[in-house]
C-alpha cells in the first residue's frame, strides 16, 4: 500500500481551504515537519497545545491538525516555560508534524463563519466581505422567520450552547437577517451593518463596540464557541479523502483558554 505522506493530507486540505486566501498577518499552514513525512494517523483539535500534542503521543498520531497556528508570530525563544515553546518542544522531539487551516477556513463559506449561520438555520447565505473570487471573511443570511431580540437571545444561547451571551442593548424590531464572523469579528462590524443585518455574531467583541445604532445589535458569542466546529469539518474531510486512515478529533476538545464562574 501506498504510503500517506504529509503533503498529501495538507493537499486534501487545501484544496477545500487554499493557503492562498489567508489573511497577510496569518500563519496558516504546516509549522512543524517535513511534507515528504509519513503519516500514519491525524489528530484534530482547535489549538495545538502541549496537552494536545501529549495525547498526539499517545495515541500514535504522528501528525496534528487545528484551526488556530501553533505558531502565530515570530518566536525569540523557545522554552519549556512558554506554553508555545512546551509544545514545539514536544512535536519535535516526538516527530509530529503540525498543521494549521486559520483564516484559509475562515475565508470559504464552507468554513467558520458558514458554519455558524447553518447552525442558526440559515438562509440566503454569501460572504459577508467578499472578495473578487466571491470569498472572505464572514457570512450573512436570513432567519427563515423573523423573531424578536429575546427570541434570538434565547435562539443563540441554545444553537451555541450557552449559559450566557454578552450582547448590546436587544432591538425594539424584529430579526430578520443576521450576520455573523468566527473568531474575533470586531472589524466587520461596519460590513454587518451595510449587509442590512439587525444582529451580529462574533467573539472578543469590546466595551465600546457595545455602543450600537437603533436596529442594530451585537452579541459576542465567544472566539472558541464560534469556530469549534471547523475540527468536525476538517475530520469529515480528512476521513472522505482517506476512509482508510486514523483520523481522530482529541478527546479532550475543550481547549477554550477562557472559564465562566
Keep these: 500500500m501506498e504510503k500517506i505522506r504529509v503533503k498529501d493530507v495538507t493537499a486534501a486540505i487545501e484544496e477545500f481551504a487554499p493557503l492562498s486566501l489567508q489573511e497577510k498577518w496569518d500563519n496558516s499552514g504546516l509549522c512543524i ?64 508534524s503540525v498543521y494549521a487551516a486559520h483564516t484559509s477556513a475562515d475565508k470559504v463559506i464552507a468554513g467558520v463563519s458558514g458554519a455558524m449561520a447553518r447552525r442558526l438555520g440559515l438562509v440566503n447565505i454569501e460572504v459577508l466581505d467578499a472578495e473578487d473570487d466571491g470569498v472572505g471573511l464572514g457570512t450573512v443570511g436570513d432567519f427563515p422567520e423573523p423573531m424578536d431580540a429575546r427570541a434570538a437571545i434565547e435562539f443563540v444561547k441554545e444553537k451555541f450552547n450557552l449559559a450566557a451571551v454578552r450582547s448590546s442593548r436587544p432591538v425594539d424590531c424584529l430579526i430578520s437577517r443576521v450576520a455573523m464572523c468566527g473568531g474575533a469579528g470586531g472589524s466587520l462590524i461596519g460590513k454587518a451593518e451595510e449587509a442590512g443585518a439587525q444582529l451580529y455574531l462574533c467573539g472578543d467583541i469590546s466595551y465600546h463596540h457595545f455602543f450600537t445604532r437603533p436596529g442594530f445589535m451585537i452579541m459576542d458569542v465567544g472566539h472558541y464557541e464560534s469556530e469549534i466546529e471547523i475540527v468536525d469539518i476538517l475530520f469529515a474531510l480528512l476521513k472522505k479523502n482517506f476512509p482508510t486512515f486514523a483520523v481522530r478529533i482529541t478527546e479532550n476538545l475543550r481547549s477554550n483558554p477562557v472559564y465562566y464562574f
Design 33 to 96: 515537519g517535513s511534507p515528504d513525512a509519513s503519516v500514519s494517523s491525524v489528530l484534530l483539535g482547535l489549538d495545538c497545545t502541549p496537552e494536545l500534542v501529549d495525547e498526539a503521543v499517545s495515541v500514535g498520531a504522528d501528525m496534528i491538525v487545528t484551526h488556530h497556528p501553533l505558531i502565530f508570530s515570530g518566536l525569540k525563544k523557545i522554552a519549556p516555560e512558554d506554553p508555545v515553546g512546551l509544545a514545539v518542544m514536544k512535536a519535535v522531539s516526538a516527530g509530529i
